[in-house]
């Protein structure tokens, strides 16, 4: 049973420049998608429209079989969706258990703990911790906000291939032992090779992969 | 995690923003704090005049040909000069029916002889026939004399001459003790006819005579005699008896020229005999620095609130570009923009409730000093010419007890005020500030709330 869909969604910026057109898709609970396709394709527009950041020109975004812009994108992004970014997007004033905590409906500790990071570490600084750190503080705020769905756009894109490595294995083993809906957007073909699905972005569409 | 977590989470991680923060919201705030103290102080101190000055306005007999009823009669050694129309009880009373009128005071001079009484001598010889005599005075109510409001004489024994009274005096204990009078004995006096009153009070004066003051034994204050309306008319029955000059004080002196207006139009007073005259003028003078400085207080606290709204608005605009990125994290985690905007704020009133309570220290030490600055500016001049008009009272050969003279030489004067800042003033500055932080957070936070998330977010990269 599909938790996110997308339903003949089309996106055209600014009226003129079409993106998107007449996507339709569904993911799963339990499995870890790979979205890929070349620069300026689509893929950060595809899942900002996935996690409620933005609204397609046409057709629908469905979360459970009810559309997204019902309830409100806010309310859509604040319990269904968490993101995690290249970039890790933490907030520089808050430790790593102050920022796990922004939007936590769990402790936050054990859940920083279980990604690798030492007590220590958990109450530094935020910039005073690797990239690898940083983006395992990224995956802990997405993991203890509760929510079903994880959206990562090019989350190692910044990381060492070992740290890589390891990122990409907690993205998997939250799909796969914590039951979420993992859809991460890369260009690299380790990832690419760990997904369950992959969703190849040509032609302002998707080509749907299913790997075994 | 709440807002309120966050904010907190802010503004002491960042610390050197919330210092610079707090020293600019300090400056802002002891100024607006020390604006409304002055002001504060500035009109106690212009109620506290109005109280003691109290604005006045005479009702007098005209002494002109415009008067039908004035007269000119030759006598001995000169002419007398009368009203047939003086300002009688009626008269005062209809006056007193006009609203916002606190009391009066009524009333007439008279020099007339008196039996077997020693008077004290003055030194300025006379004729024997006046040594009888003195001065006497006809008073409505001699507890609203000016020689008795202005602190010039005192009643120190029994009790003062009231509206029903007759046939009553009330003289100073010095000439009492001098012909062995006390209260209870009576005195006759003497003019068309020759009337007995009763002592019924005794006055001392607050300070001696002046040797250096000119005076007749008639004119001394010493000798006066305070009677009342009654006797007079029993003196001369021929005459109506009133008045010749009434004062009347209003409440509040700046209802006076509301009040004179109603008192000029009412119809049954024959204006024809009267004169109507204000004299506020004392109130005037005296409030003016404070007028003035009032208009500054004015000014500097628009001026400070507006010049306070500007520079925070731009310093928190400056540093909300600085958190575009923060606030496109914030609402990419589920984070509603109201609670974003709640943070915002509680930061900056969080900073501000130090500042406003450092304030409250800050101003107390600085109100006192940037006040009587401001008044000194604004006194100079008019205190130069009170000193200048206080030298031509001294060198004026005024007759003693002439009244007025000491009345004005007790003029509080503006030169200083007390300023202290009070908890009413810091409640007021927590109304002001607060709006003043709504308004700046409010324009600093629209530029990002106009924001949508993606936009935010592809300005991040
Ligand atoms: N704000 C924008 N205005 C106009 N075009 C944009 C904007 N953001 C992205 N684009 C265009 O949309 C296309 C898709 O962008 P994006 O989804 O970010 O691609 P990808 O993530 O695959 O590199 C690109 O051609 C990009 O130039
Ligand atoms: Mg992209």
Redesign the pocket.
């Known amino acids: 049973m599909a938790i996110l869909e997308m339903k003949g969604v089309s996106y055209t ?2 009226k003129k ?1 079409k ?1 998107l057109s007449d996507v339709t898709a569904e993911l799963e609970i339990g499995k870890l998608y790979a979205i890929l ?12 429209l996935l996690g409620g950041l933005d609204v397609p020109t046409r057709g629908e975004v469905l979360f459970d079989g009810e559309d997204i812009g019902k309830r409100g994108l806010a309310y859509h992004r604040r319990n269904h969706v968490a993101l995690i970014f290249q970039n890790y997007n933490l907030i520089d004033y808050m430790t790593p258990v102050e920022n796990t905590k922004l939007t936590a409906r769990q402790d936050a500790a054990p859940i920083l703990e279980r990604l690798g990071l030492t007590t220590a570490e958990i109450k530094r600084n935020i910039l005073k911790l690797s990239g690898g750190q940083q983006q395992r503080v990224a995956i802990a705020r997405a993991l203890a906000s509760d929510a079903a769905i994880i959206l990562a ?2 989350p190692t894109g910044n990381l060492d291939e070992d740290t890589a490595a390891e990122i990409t294995t907690l993205l998997k083993e939250s799909a796969h032992q914590l039951q979420k809906c993992v859809v991460v ?1 890369t260009h690299s073909n380790n990832v690419a090779r760990q997904a369950d699905v992959i969703l190849k ?1 040509k032609h302002k569409n998707i080509q749907i992969t299913e790997q075994t | 995690m709440n807002f309120v977590k966050r904010a907190m989470l802010y503004v002491t991680r960042k610390r050197g923003k919330s210092i610079l923060l707090l020293v600019i919201l300090l400056i802002m705030s002891s100024f607006v704090l020390t604006g409304l103290a002055i002001g504060k102080a500035s009109e106690n101190t212009q109620e506290d005049l109005r109280k003691a000055l109290g604005g006045e306005f005479q009702v007098n007999v005209s002494y002109s040909e415009d008067n039908p009823y004035f007269k000119t009669e030759p006598v001995d050694d000169g002419i007398i000069m009368y009203s047939e129309m003086p300002i009688t009880q009626k008269v005062i009373s209809s006056i007193m029916n006009v609203p916002g009128i606190e009391s009066n005071d009524a009333t007439s001079e008279l020099l007339l002889s008196v039996d077997d009484v020693d008077f004290i001598p003055g030194n300025i010889p006379i004729e024997n026939a006046f040594k009888s005599m003195a001065n006497t005075m006809i008073v409505g109510n001699s507890q609203n004399n000016s020689y008795f409001t202005s602190g010039q004489i005192k009643l120190i024994e029994g009790k003062h001459i009231g509206g029903t009274d007759s046939h009553v005096a009330i003289i100073s204990k010095e000439l009492a003790i001098r012909n062995g009078l006390s209260i209870g004995n009576t005195l006759t006096l003497q003019s068309d006819n020759s009337v007995d009153v009763k002592i019924i009070g005794l006055f001392e004066m607050k300070s001696d005579d002046s040797i250096l003051a000119q005076v007749t034994s008639y004119d001394k204050l010493k000798n006066k005699i305070f009677f009342d309306l009654n006797t007079l008319q029993q003196l001369s029955p021929d005459r109506t008896a009133g008045f010749d000059t009434v004062t009347f004080k209003a409440t509040d002196p700046a209802e006076l020229e509301r009040i004179m207006e109603q008192v000029k139009n009412l119809s049954d007073i024959d204006w024809k005999a009267f004169s109507l005259s204000a004299d506020n003028q004392t109130y005037m003078q005296a409030a003016a620095p404070l007028e003035k400085l009032n208009g500054l207080v004015v000014t500097m606290l628009i001026v400070t609130v507006v010049v306070s709204a500007i520079i925070l608005s731009l310093i928190l605009t400056m540093w909300a570009k600085n958190r575009i990125h923060e606030t496109g994290v914030l609402l990419a985690v589920g984070i509603g923009k109201a609670s974003i905007l709640g943070q915002y704020f509680v930061e900056v009133l969080l900073i501000a409730v130090l500042a406003f309570g450092f304030s409250f220290f800050t101003s107390n030490i600085i109100a006192n000093d940037v006040c009587n600055g401001l008044l000194q500016k604004n006194t100079q001049n008019t205190v130069q010419n009170e000193i200048s008009s206080d030298d031509n009272k001294v060198t004026a050969a005024v007759p003693e007890g002439a009244g007025g003279t000491d009345a004005l030489a007790q003029t509080p004067k503006a030169e200083s005020i007390h300023v202290s800042v009070d908890i009413d003033s810091l409640i007021q500055l927590c109304f002001i500030g607060f709006a003043v932080i709504i308004l700046s957070v409010g324009i600093s936070g629209a530029t990002i709330m106009r924001l949508k998330p ?2 935010i977010l ?1 300005k991040m990269s």
């Open positions: 910026y600014d420049t993106i396709g070349p620069s300026g394709s689509g893929k950060t527009t595809l899942l900002s756009d090019e957007v972005l | 993606r936009e592809s």
